[in-house]
């Protein structure tokens, strides 16, 4: 019967090995040193469960293996880093103040609220209306990177082209 166990392991995928040596052995093993060390800690582990014995760690290791093909298992110990609380900088607490106190000007509620569509040509005559600026940027697959400083400039503009590639796109604001 050892020699069907052994043709057996001879025809078995390496990580089925690993899988009925983990297994047998209640290990967590996720690979041999080399196939014959697998074939080798395999057939003594499945030795070892018929006979009842159970195979303790590192025991095949140290008795029927060479140094350089021992299957070794990591020990890892977790690093707890020190957790670092700062406290909120005072600038940053006194900005958030004062951006939401300028909230109670009408004039700056105004203009943050207001929301302008665009018109944009790329032939001169025919215009397509969008949303917004970063709508009209997406749709056309212009650079998302530059479309803010693009739309400050507009608003100040009413109009304006971008270039991109052979491309030229004249912007509207409605």
Same mark, same amino acid.
């Given at each position: ?6 043709k057996? @392991? #001879?025809?078995?995928?390496?990580? !089925?090995?690993? #899988? *009925? =040596?983990n297994?047998l052995?209640?290990?967590? @093993? ?6 014959e060390a697998?074939?080798?800690q ?11 014995q159970?195979i /303790?760690p ?5 008795? !029927?293996?060479? %140094? #350089? *093909?021992?299957?070794?298992e990591?020990?890892? *110990?977790?690093v ?7 406290p909120?900088r %005072?600038?940053s607490a !006194? ?5 939401? *106190?300028?909230?109670d !000007?009408p004039?700056?509620?105004?203009k943050?609220k207001?929301r ?6 790329t032939?001169?005559?025919? =215009?397509?209306? =969008? ?10 697959? /212009?650079?998302m ?6 739309r400050? #400039? /507009? %608003? ?5 082209t971008? %270039? ?5 796109y004249?912007?509207n604001?409605?």
């Amino acid at each position: 019967m050892a020699q069907a166990t052994l043709k057996n @392991i #001879d025809h078995m995928l390496t990580r !089925d090995m690993v #899988d *009925e =040596y983990n297994r047998l052995t209640g290990k967590n @093993i996720t690979k041999f040193s080399s196939r014959e060390a697998g074939v080798r800690q395999l057939t003594k582990a499945r030795e070892a469960h018929q006979a009842g014995q159970t195979i /303790l760690p590192g025991e095949e290791d140290e008795h !029927d293996m060479p %140094k #350089d *093909e021992r299957v070794i298992e990591p020990v890892v *110990e977790p690093v707890v880093e020190p957790v670092v609380v700062k406290p909120a900088r %005072k600038e940053s607490a !006194d900005r958030a103040k004062h951006i939401a *106190e300028s909230w109670d !000007d009408p004039n700056v509620a105004a203009k943050r609220k207001q929301r302008n569509g665009v018109r944009v040509s790329t032939d001169g005559r025919s =215009y397509t209306e =969008y949303n917004s600026v970063s709508a009209a940027f997406k749709a056309l697959g /212009l650079p998302m990177g530059v479309h803010i400083k693009f739309r400050m #400039d /507009l %608003k100040v503009c009413g109009a304006k082209t971008i %270039k991109m590639g052979d491309g030229e796109y004249l912007f509207n604001l409605m």
